[in-house]
């Protein structure tokens, strides 16, 4: 009888882990990852297949897109399971013949990997079997300029990601390392942050009382506004 596949267990890489070395074969030459992208910061990011349409409305997303990510000092990686002359067909096909949404022609210039082994795909636990044991969920990988992954995000293969807030939360977590702040629910540039909760009752209390721009909603929760100005010339400038 035939036994169900079973993935041999692998630690999932976490927030605040190192990214996962690996060197790979992409569209747009080997990369050495995460070294060749040290210095800034990177999106890792998986799809289910090549010529599904998830994935394409994606990636015409993504490309149209990699300009913005770019001023933010951000650059692109995909990967997928396929083979790499899938992947070149796959692209073509979308610059030659797909015009979805007012995008036409797009060209995507960002490195795409090939990961038939699926070794990458299983370090960065980009395959849920319980989703699909053969295709990569969509996965979001933040990794810093010192190659620290921040933040991680799985959508399932049936639904296309929210690139307003892909794109939010590159922004929001660049703000909170540039101004030591954190950033609340909904937040977008041009909104009050968070400043770090105060060490003691005292320091509390003045902050309360505190006439100058800091809102506090009790002791543990103070605001300030941060104009969004700052905010994007601060991250725009890298
Ligand atoms: C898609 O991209 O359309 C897709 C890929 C794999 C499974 C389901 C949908």
Redesign the pocket.
Known sequence: MEQPQVLQAMPMPRIGDHAPEFKAVTTQGNINFPADYKGGWVILFS???DF?????SEFLTFATLEEQFGKANCKLVGLSIDGLYSHIAWLRTIKDKIEYKGMKNVEVKFPLIEDITMEIAKKYGMIQPGESST?AVRAVFYIDPKGIIRAIIYYP??LGRNFDELYRVLIALQTADEFSVATPADWRPGDDVIVPTAGSCGVAKERMENKDDMKCYDWFFCTRPLDKEKVMKAILKK
């Open positions: 799809h289910p297949a599904t349409p998830v994935c394409t295709k293969l049936s």
